[in-house]
């Protein structure tokens, strides 16, 4: 089983519905969960960061971490074309020993929306 | 725009050649990797300085060799690369306080084909 699972999609939607996307992972110690926002052949851009469970919302976006199921997913609302990129999310554990604040990357849902 | 600038943003070299690949970023971050993707997978940890120091050595190869002159600036060096090694090398930053929370600034990234 791999740490973090992510469904690579695509996840193909309309313009203005609300996405969601998942990733589940296994290791309780991760703290800090992260989605990145990466358009084709550009470098990841960190979207929203999450300390422990609970929501943020940013704009149309709302972040959501549950620790007891380690499951977290984003939601964008209102989603627009210029959303369509792959979203990947990304965990790590607190600490500064042995790389454990690296974070460990799902492999990425590709979204697309379209008009 | 990003914070982490990364040259040249295109590269073709032949498998004899020597080639660097360079990464600046002016935030203030004292850890920086490099990253390597492939079309469609997540990124994959190749280095980590901390502190100007080499903290983590993915087992890559030798012909990859990085270089961290000072805390804004990170290099690798390439030679003798196999076409398999063509790919998107990615930089990224991260603050490296006793409280790391994994939070990775990356750059837009270096396409590399090797012929």
């Known amino acids: 089983q791999k740490e973090v699972e992510q469904d690579p999609g695509p996840l193909s939607v309309p313009e203005g519905a609300i996405v969601s996307l998942n990733c589940t992972y296994s290791?309780?110690?991760?703290?800090?969960f992260m989605w990145y926002r990466q358009y084709s052949r550009k470098g990841p851009e960190l979207l929203m960061y999450?300390?422990?469970?609970g929501n943020k919302e940013d704009g149309r976006f709302t972040a959501q971490v549950d620790k007891s199921s380690k499951y977290i997913s984003l939601f964008i609302r209102d989603s627009q074309p210029s959303d369509s990129a792959t979203y990947l999310c990304?965990?790590?554990?607190?600490?500064?020993?042995?790389?454990?604040?690296?974070?460990?990357f799902g492999r990425g849902t590709s979204l697309i929306v379209h008009p | 725009d990003t914070e982490v600038t990364q040259t040249p943003k295109h590269l073709v070299m032949g498998m004899t050649n020597k080639k660097s690949l360079k990464c600046e970023q002016h935030m203030g971050h004292r850890a920086m990797y490099w990253y390597k993707q492939k079309a469609k997978k997540p990124p994959e940890l190749m280095f980590v300085?901390?502190?100007?120091?080499?903290?983590i050595n993915e087992s890559v190869p030798s012909r990859f060799s990085p270089e961290c002159p000072n805390s804004s600036l990170l290099n690798l060096h390439l030679h003798a690369l196999q076409p398999e090694d063509s790919a998107l090398y990615l930089c990224?930053?991260?603050?490296?306080?006793?409280?790391?929370?994994?939070?990775?600034?990356f750059g837009e990234g270096s396409r590399l084909t090797v012929l």
């Open positions: 990224a930053s991260s603050l490296r306080t006793g409280l790391d929370t994994g939070e990775l600034f």
């Open positions: 990304a965990m790590s554990a607190r600490g500064t020993s042995g790389g454990s604040y690296i974070p460990t």
């Open positions: 300085y901390s502190y100007e120091k080499l903290s």
């Open positions: 290791n309780s110690a991760f703290q800090y």
């Open positions: 999450t300390y422990s469970s």
